[in-house]
Nanobody
Framework: QVQLVESGGGLVQPGGSLRLSCAAS????????MGWYRQAPGKQRELVAR???????TYADSVKGRFTISRDNAKNTLYLQMNSLKPEDTAIYYC?????????WGQGTQVTVSS
């Protein structure tokens, strides 16, 4: 069973930046497409970015040009650099496999963008 631990969230003003990290247990992390998902209050969880084993990335239109996903397979860690943050980016952010997530999600990390 893979365990996922997200960190790096916080309160930031509009236009600010945050860097999220996701530490994954297990030795097969590097072979999977990994994604960052987010869930805002009252909304469904959505995929915001994904990265495959060749470091090819794909982004949701809402974050394209502002967010950068990356991975360090040697450290079993996934990252999300978030710049030019907007209030609508406020959500709990999770990492998991894509397109079929592992059934056990981490606790997520709260990102709040507010002045």
């Amino acid at each position: 069973q893979v365990q996922l631990v997200e960190s790096g969230g916080g309160l930031v003003q509009p236009g600010g930046s945050l860097r999220l990290s996701c530490a994954a247990s297990g030795s097969v992390f590097g072979i999977y497409v990994m994604g960052w998902y987010r869930q805002a209050p009252g909304k469904q969880r959505e995929l915001v970015a994904r990265i495959d084993s060749f470091a090819t990335t794909t982004y949701a239109d809402s974050v394209k040009g502002r967010f950068t996903i990356s991975r360090d397979n040697a450290k079993n860690t996934l990252y999300l650099q978030m710049n030019s943050l907007k209030p609508e980016d406020t959500a709990i952010y999770y990492c998991n496999k894509y397109p079929t997530p592992w059934p056990s999600w981490g606790q997520g990390t709260q990102v709040t963008v507010s002045s």
